[in-house]
């Protein structure tokens, strides 16, 4: 037998083409829109987190826009801006009518950590003045509003 002869009437293995790239194959269709929808979910809790959170940023800006506390009024204001913020975040009738000690516990109870009730000028009323708290006081205040858990 000529062995040569036979492979000689062989034909070259015909390779098929490489699968086209579009369409892609349904398994990626649906890994596409899982996708899209993890994303979309993503996007709205964080512009959920955001709106819950806005106000936290709205305070913050307001007691850096204080400078420091060295009057008096400046604890009012300083006050007046944790009070609007625990309005926001706690029911009206549990915040709206504390003042004095009740409002520097309250505000320690919720968040304050003890650093308002510490606080002379805050805790015992404008009268007694502001001493040497009022960069304390105002870093309690920033530790209040960014940590507070809120009531609602």
């Known amino acids: 037998m000529d062995d040569a002869a036979d492979l000689s009437r062989l034909a070259d293995i015909v390779v098929p083409p490489p699968p086209p790239w579009w369409p892609p194959a349904p398994g990626w269709w649906i890994l596409a829109a899982a996708l899209l929808a ?3 979910l993503l996007a709205f809790a ?7 959170n806005a106000y936290r940023l709205q ?7 204080l400078g420091a506390v060295t009057h008096p009024a400046d604890v009012v204001a300083l006050s007046a801006i944790l009070k ?5 975040a706690y029911p009206r009738p549990q915040v709206a009518p504390l003042t004095g000690p009740d409002w520097a516990a309250f505000l320690d109870r ?7 009730r510490e606080r002379a000028g805050f805790a015992g009323g404008v009268a007694n003045g502001v001493g040497d ?6 870093a309690s205040a920033r530790r209040w509003v960014k940590r507070h858990p809120g009531g609602r």
């Open 38 to 40: 993890a994303l979309a």
């Open 46 to 52: 964080a512009a959920r987190r955001w709106r819950r």
């Open 59 to 65: 305070a913050l800006a307001e007691i850096d826009g």
């Open 84 to 88: 609007r913020t625990a309005l926001v």
């Open 110 to 116: 919720t968040g304050g950590e003890g650093g308002f």
């Open 133 to 138: 708290d009022g960069a304390a006081l105002l």
